[in-house]
C-alpha cells in the first residue's frame, strides 16, 4: 500500500508547482500580475476565501466562463510571482493569496490595489 501511495504523490506526469520564496517576490512581478483585471478578480475572490478555491470555485463566483487552459494561466502567473499559493487536492489544485508572506514583504501593497479596484468598480 505505501508503494502505491509513493507513485501516485510522484507520478512523472504531474509538474511539481513553483512557489518563489517571500524574499524573491517583487513589485513589478506583482503589479504585471495584478494588471490583468480577470488575475485582480481572481485575487479579490481568493483574498475572501479562507480556505482557499478551486479554479471551477473562483470562476463560478466570478460567473464567467473560461477554458481550464486560460483559468490554469492565470494561477500560473499568481503563483509564479508570489500572490497565490496553490496545493494539490487530488485531482484539484486549491489556491490561497499568501496574505503574510506579501505583507511582510509590502506592507498594505495588496490591500491598497485590491481597495483602489474596488473604488474603480463601485464596489
Not at 42 to 60: D, F
Not at 78 to 94: A, M
Amino acid at each position: 500500500m505505501i508503494e502505491l501511495q509513493v507513485k501516485l504523490m510522484y507520478h512523472p506526469r504531474i509538474r511539481p508547482l513553483h512557489h518563489p520564496p517571500a524574499e524573491s517576490f517583487t513589485v513589478a512581478g506583482i503589479l504585471h500580475a495584478l494588471s490583468d483585471p480577470v488575475r485582480l478578480s481572481i485575487v479579490a475572490e481568493l483574498r475572501k476565501a479562507e480556505g482557499g478555491l478551486n479554479c471551477v470555485e473562483t470562476t463560478s463566483r466570478l460567473k464567467c466562463t473560461m477554458p481550464k487552459s486560460t483559468c490554469s494561466q492565470h494561477y500560473r502567473i499568481l503563483r509564479e510571482s508570489g500572490i497565490i499559493h496553490s496545493e494539490r487536492r487530488g485531482v484539484e489544485l486549491t489556491s490561497k493569496v499568501r496574505r503574510k508572506e506579501l505583507d511582510s514583504r509590502f506592507p498594505g501593497l495588496l490591500d491598497a490595489i485590491l481597495k483602489a479596484w474596488r473604488r474603480e468598480h463601485g464596489e
